[in-house]
Every structure is written in structure tokens, then in C-alpha cells.
């Protein structure tokens, strides 16, 4: 395709929406023809190749109907979406070509790729996901820590929704066998961490990655919508983009 992708984004007001417009100034790739911000706005959008959407659950309902309908590449890092949401993904990507992920770090990438070899290589040791975000950030778990931990699950041969474990209180804390622990902590600006923590008797690997600013989030996206567009339908994963 000649010429800069005409790209729009989906949740424009938002954190990861304003971080994405502050790059594109110098970015030549993309022209920036759509900002987003509520479901009303896809009613005028100009014709696009590619969105990024880093909008809310019902927002997300919006943006991937207008792709699916308007034949376009599809980016997705809205988190927090439920059974439903992905399915709908699923389905969507027989039209168009869609690109999800939880996390848009390169080494985010890096870090699920060590955790899956990890967890098919230790299958016996437990293993717990914390992760810490700013006190604004409204979903618990991230959507990070959940991919991490369907990472492992799949790693290991297991069902997801039936190892996770959310909830600790009281007399009722004791580790359930073979499951996944997540921990969820909500302060300050935090950006974002993530620790995969895998331990045994007398043993202990901790992965961690640390996000020091949005910058590297929306950097990813920019990459991976360059890469998607124009590509034939299907679902595409960060690994794709990455390469081996």
C-alpha cells in the first residue's frame, strides 16, 4: 500500500489512547483520521485500514463491529473482556484480520515465552501471578496477568478457569493442588508490574518485567498495526509480530 496507513484509534481520551497520539506526531507511517472516544462517533468515521482500540469492554462492542463490517484490521488491547467478548473475536477474525494482546511490551513477549517453558518444565511447583498497576486502573486482575496465566495453564496441559484462583480470606487461604494464585495491587502511578513466581520446597524463580511508562505500550501497538494491515483474516498474537 502507497502511502501512510490511515489509522484510527479507539478509547482516544484515554491513557493508552493520548500516549498512542503523542507518537504518531512523528510517526510517518500512519495518518491519523479517527479519534474515537464514544460509540456515537463510528456513525461519521472516515474510511480506515487499521484501528487501535484501547477503549473500555462496551466500547470495544463498537469498535470491532464497525472493523468487521468495513473490512478492517482490527488491534485490540482493551482488557477486562469477558467469554462473550472473546468469543467474539474468534468469530470476527473468519473476516477480518485481529490482533489481541493483554500487552503490548515486547518484553511481555519475552516474559510469556520463558513462563510457558517454565511451567511445562516445573508442572509439580506452584505458582502464583502478582501484579501491580496505577490506583485508577478499574479491572483486577490485568488482563496481562490473566494471559500469563493461561500461558501456564495451556503450558501444563490444564484448564484455565479451573486452576485460577482469584480470592484468599480468612481460614480458607490454604493452596488448592495445581492451582494458578493471582494478586492484584492498586497504587499510585504504577505503570505496570508483572511477576510469574514458581516455587517449591527450598526452591523459588521469580520473572519479573517492569513497565516504566505507557510509552512502550503504545509503541508495540503502533508496530503491530503496521504489521496486521492489510494482512488476510485470521487471529494474530504479538508472537507473530516478534518472529521467532
Given at each position: 500500500?502507497?502511502?501512510?496507513?490511515?489509522?484510527?484509534?479507539?478509547?482516544?481520551?484515554?491513557?493508552?489512547?493520548?500516549?498512542?497520539?503523542?507518537?504518531?506526531?512523528?510517526?510517518?507511517?500512519?495518518?491519523?483520521?479517527?479519534?474515537?472516544?464514544?460509540s456515537?462517533?463510528?456513525?461519521?468515521?472516515?474510511?480506515?485500514?487499521?484501528?487501535?482500540?484501547?477503549?473500555?469492554?462496551?466500547?470495544?462492542?463498537?469498535?470491532?463491529?464497525?472493523?468487521?463490517?468495513?473490512?478492517?484490521?482490527?488491534?485490540?488491547?482493551?482488557?477486562?473482556?469477558?467469554?462473550?467478548?472473546?468469543?467474539?473475536?474468534?468469530?470476527?477474525?473468519?473476516?477480518?484480520?485481529?490482533?489481541?494482546?493483554?500487552?503490548?511490551?515486547?518484553?511481555?513477549?519475552?516474559?510469556?515465552?520463558?513462563?510457558?517453558?517454565?511451567?511445562?518444565?516445573?508442572?509439580?511447583?506452584?505458582l502464583?501471578?502478582?501484579?501491580?498497576?496505577?490506583?485508577?486502573k478499574?479491572?483486577?486482575?490485568?488482563?496481562?496477568?490473566?494471559?500469563?496465566?493461561?500461558?501456564?495453564?495451556?503450558?501444563?496441559?490444564?484448564?484455565?478457569?479451573?486452576?485460577?484462583?482469584?480470592?484468599?480470606?480468612?481460614?480458607?487461604?490454604?493452596?488448592?493442588?495445581?492451582?494458578?494464585?493471582?494478586?492484584?495491587?492498586?497504587?499510585?502511578?504504577?505503570?505496570?508490574?508483572?511477576?510469574?513466581?514458581l516455587?517449591?520446597?527450598?526452591?523459588?524463580?521469580?520473572?519479573?518485567?517492569?513497565?516504566?511508562?505507557?510509552?512502550?505500550?503504545?509503541?508495540?501497538?503502533?508496530?503491530?498495526?503496521a504489521?496486521?494491515?492489510?494482512?488476510?483474516?485470521?487471529?494474530?498474537?504479538?508472537?507473530?509480530?516478534?518472529?521467532?
Amino acid at each position: 500500500m502507497s502511502g501512510p496507513l490511515r489509522l484510527g484509534i479507539a478509547g482516544s481520551r484515554g491513557r493508552m489512547g493520548q500516549a498512542l497520539q503523542r507518537l504518531l506526531h512523528d510517526d510517518a507511517r500512519f495518518d491519523l483520521v479517527a479519534r474515537i472516544a464514544s460509540s456515537a462517533d463510528w456513525s461519521d468515521a472516515p474510511a480506515l485500514d487499521v484501528v487501535i482500540d484501547f477503549s473500555m469492554p462496551a466500547g470495544f462492542d463498537a469498535a470491532l463491529a464497525h472493523c468487521r463490517a468495513h473490512r478492517i484490521a482490527f488491534v485490540c488491547g482493551t482488557t477486562g473482556l469477558d467469554a462473550d467478548r472473546r468469543d467474539a473475536l474468534r468469530q470476527a477474525a473468519r473476516d477480518i484480520p485481529i490482533l489481541y494482546a493483554a500487552n503490548f511490551s515486547l518484553g511481555i513477549a519475552v516474559l510469556t515465552r520463558l513462563l510457558r517453558e517454565a511451567a511445562a518444565m516445573l508442572p509439580d511447583w506452584d505458582l502464583e501471578i502478582i501484579e501491580a498497576h496505577h490506583s485508577q486502573k478499574v479491572d483486577a486482575p490485568s488482563g496481562t496477568a490473566l494471559a500469563l496465566g493461561r500461558a501456564a495453564a495451556d503450558a501444563r496441559g490444564q484448564d484455565f478457569e479451573q486452576v485460577a484462583s482469584f480470592a484468599r480470606y480468612g481460614h480458607t487461604a490454604t493452596r488448592r493442588e495445581n492451582a494458578i494464585g493471582f494478586s492484584s495491587l492498586r497504587a499510585g502511578e504504577i505503570v505496570g508490574e508483572h511477576t510469574a513466581l514458581l516455587a517449591t520446597s527450598d526452591e523459588r524463580i521469580e520473572l519479573t518485567h517492569r513497565a516504566g511508562a505507557n510509552t512502550i505500550f503504545a509503541r508495540g501497538a503502533l508496530h503491530a498495526a503496521a504489521w496486521l494491515a492489510g494482512r488476510k483474516a485470521g487471529a494474530y498474537a504479538l508472537d507473530d509480530v516478534a518472529g521467532p
